[in-house]
C-alpha cells in the first residue's frame, strides 16, 4: 500500500506477522460461519464482544520437542498478533496448549479429548503429529474447527471422502507426495543449468522406513528416474532409531553420487547424520 513500505532492516516481528495473522483470522471466521458456531459470550479484555478458545496441541516435550516448539511459538505469536490488534472481529483468543509428547496414538487421543471436552475448543492448531489418525474423528464428532500440517495424502482422501462429516477440519500445506516429485525436477533443472559442480546425473537415496518418508523417496525416485537420472543405491531406515550413521553413508561415499536425497523426518536423525556426513564428504548436494 502507498505509504506503507519498509527497508529490510525496518521488519519488525509485527510487520512480519500482519499477514499472517490476517489470514489466520479470515480462515477462523469463514470457519465459524460455515459451521454456525457461536463463540462465548462472556467479555474479556482484548475483544469486546466475547472470546474465542484457541487450543494449540503440539509435541513440545517428548522426542520431537525441537520441531513441536516451534510450531507452538508460531501459533502463540498470531494469536497475539489477533489480540494486539483487537481481537479476531471483534472477539479475545483465549490460547490454551496441549503437550501431546511423543505424539503416540494413545497421547494424542487424550490431548484431543481434553481439547473438545474440557477446554471446550472453538478452534484447535497443532502442526505435525506422528500417529497421526486419532484426533481427525474426535474433532469431527465435537464439530470444532481444525487446522494441521500433516502433511500427508491418506489425511487429504480422507476429508475428500467424507467432507459432510470433516467440513471443519483444514490441512494448511501441501501433501508429502509433492516432495520428493519436487526435488527431482528442481535438481535435473539445477543441473542442466550448470549450478552444480556436476554433469552426471547420480544420486542415492535414504529413505525412512515410515509410510511419510517412504511417499516422498518413492515420489523422487520414481521422477528422477523418468528425468535420466542413475539410482547408485538405496537404502531405508527406521526414523528416529539410527544408532550410527555410519554403514549406510559410506555405501553412499564409495558411491559419489552428485545427489544424496533423504527422507528421514526426525530432526536428531538429521543432526546427526549431517554431523557424520560433515566429517568427510564427497562433492554431493545433499537434501534432508
Known amino acids: 500500500m502507498a505509504g506503507d513500505s ?164 483444514f490441512q494448511c500445506d501441501p501433501t508429502e507426495s509433492w516432495y520428493g516429485q519436487g526435488f527431482a525436477y528442481w535438481v535435473d533443472g539445477a543441473l542442466n543449468a550448470g549450478l552444480l559442480n556436476s554433469k552426471v546425473k547420480t544420486c542415492s537415496i535414504i529413505s525412512g522406513k515410515s509410510a511419510y518418508g517412504t511417499v516422498i523417496a518413492t515420489g523422487f525416485e520414481t521422477q528422477i528416474k523418468q528425468l535420466g537420472w542413475t539410482v547408485l543405491t538405496n537404502d531405508g531406515v527406521s526414523e528416529g532409531a539410527v544408532p550410527d550413521w555410519g554403514p549406510v553413508l559410506s555405501k553412499v561415499k564409495q558411491a559419489k553420487p552428485t545427489v544424496l536425497f533423504t527422507s528421514d523426518f526426525s530432526p536428531a536423525d538429521d543432526a546427526a547424520m549431517a554431523k557424520a556426513w560433515a566429517a568427510s564428504p564427497t562433492k554431493t548436494l545433499v537434501y534432508q
Open 6 to 169: 519498509f527497508t529490510r532492516r525496518e521488519v519488525t516481528r509485527r510487520s512480519l506477522l500482519v499477514g499472517g495473522a490476517a489470514a489466520v483470522g479470515g480462515l477462523v471466521v469463514g470457519g465459524l460461519a460455515g459451521g454456525a458456531l457461536a463463540p462465548k459470550s462472556s467479555t474479556t479484555a482484548g475483544g469486546s464482544r466475547g472470546s474465542l478458545k484457541v487450543v494449540g496441541i503440539f509435541p513440545t516435550g517428548g522426542a520431537i520437542a525441537s520441531d513441536g516448539k516451534e510450531m507452538a511459538n508460531g501459533v502463540k505469536l498470531a494469536v497475539a498478533e489477533i489480540n494486539g490488534r483487537g481481537g479476531l472481529i471483534g472477539y479475545n483468543l483465549d490460547y490454551v496448549e496441549i503437550d501431546d509428547k511423543d505424539s503416540s496414538t494413545d497421547q494424542i487421543t487424550t490431548a484431543f479429548n481434553r481439547a473438545v471436552s474440557v477446554e471446550k475448543a472453538d478452534v484447535i492448531f497443532s502442526g505435525y503429529h506422528l500417529a497421526s489418525g486419532p484426533e481427525f474423528d474426535i474433532v469431527a464428532n465435537a464439530g470444532a474447527l481444525y487446522y494441521n500440517v500433516n502433511t500427508q495424502i491418506a489425511w487429504v482422501q480422507r476429508y475428500k471422502g467424507n467432507p459432510g462429516k470433516y467440513w471443519g477440519i
